[in-house]
């Protein structure tokens, strides 16, 4: 049997339970592997109209990774892996605008660009926060800006009006004094790829549930990691004291009435073309180790 493949998600969970043996304590023969390289900030610049489910189309080299709920959704209904439906998480997310920016009020955002992930948790949870003050046709987002550390840096450098941001890039937006207009907080779900072992997934979220239950307890203690992922260029400037937990992990089921509200959110708003989405069917889609 191959090793279980684990790979962090701008999160803290991982970081701590490699750092702390829970994995080790749960004798689970992985390895750790990280998808972006901090020195650099590489891995996160994917160009236009890329973005989490293009990775999830060509196929992400872990065997649990985390995407925003609406991606796995559609991503498992086309059969590019399994939606992981004993536990989700929930991240802070919001959409910042520098602070000298003449944009105060969500209804001020009309017509101005939003730099989104295509098809990430930023571009349906911007929708989603912005639909309750402005027409379909007022909210305008930008997909050219990279994912989430690229369409960061574009912000601070002042080279978009506006950026949606979540886990470690929203506190930093916070700390350098940008201006959060809305917050967009969303669902994220695990998607299983690959054929891993059932009993490596179940000792995977067992060292991520003692890894949660340190965070809520201590979150100071852990918000150092964040800077594994940050470009180097910023780590002069981040001070993660001051910072927040993040997204945290909810050991409760995904269930089908959320799976099915989801999918039919997202048919609505067009934001894949007809046909494109797969079957929609919960029972085929998810990956579950509950009981009965």
Not at 38 to 63: I, W
Not at 118 to 133: M, N, P
Not at 256 to 282: C, L, V
Request: charged share 25%; net charge negative; glycine share 8%.
């Amino acid at each position: 049997m191959s090793k279980f493949i684990v790979a962090p998600h701008f999160r803290l969970q991982e970081w701590v339970a490699e750092e702390k043996g829970y994995f080790a304590a749960e004798a689970l023969d992985y390895e750790f592997r990280e998808a972006i390289v901090s020195s650099t900030g590489s891995g996160h610049q994917l160009g236009d109209k890329v973005g989490a489910y293009q990775t999830f189309e060509a196929g992400r080299t872990c065997n649990v990774s985390g995407a925003c709920h609406w991606t796995v959704n559609v991503a498992a209904s086309n059969g590019h892996g399994k939606l992981y439906a004993d536990c989700y998480s929930v991240s802070p997310c919001g959409v910042f605008v520098p602070p000298d920016s003449p944009v105060k009020a969500p209804t001020d955002l009309a017509g101005v660009p939003i730099s989104v992930g295509f098809q990430s948790g930023s571009h349906y949870a911007t929708i989603q926060g912005l639909e309750q003050y402005l027409a379909p046709d007022e909210i305008k987002l930008s997909f050219a800006d990279g994912l989430l550390f690229s369409r960061m840096e574009m912000l601070i450098d002042r080279k978009v009006p506006a950026a949606s941001l979540f886990s470690g890039p929203y506190y930093f937006a916070e700390q350098l004094g940008f201006r959060k207009i809305i917050d967009t907080t969303f669902m994220i779900a695990s998607m299983v790829t690959g054929t891993p072992d059932p009993e490596d997934v179940r000792k995977y979220f067992r060292a991520l549930r003692r890894a949660q239950r340190d965070i809520d307890l201590r979150p100071e203690l852990y918000t150092h990691y964040y800077r594994r992922e940050f470009p180097v260029r910023f780590h002069g400037q981040m001070d993660t004291r001051r910072w927040g937990p993040g997204e945290r992990l909810v050991f409760e089921p995904y269930s089908k009435e959320t799976f099915d509200e989801s999918f039919a959110w997202i048919e609505r708003h067009d934001i894949f073309p007809p046909g494109e989405m797969g079957s929609g069917k919960y029972e085929s889609a998810i990956f579950s180790q509950a009981a009965g």
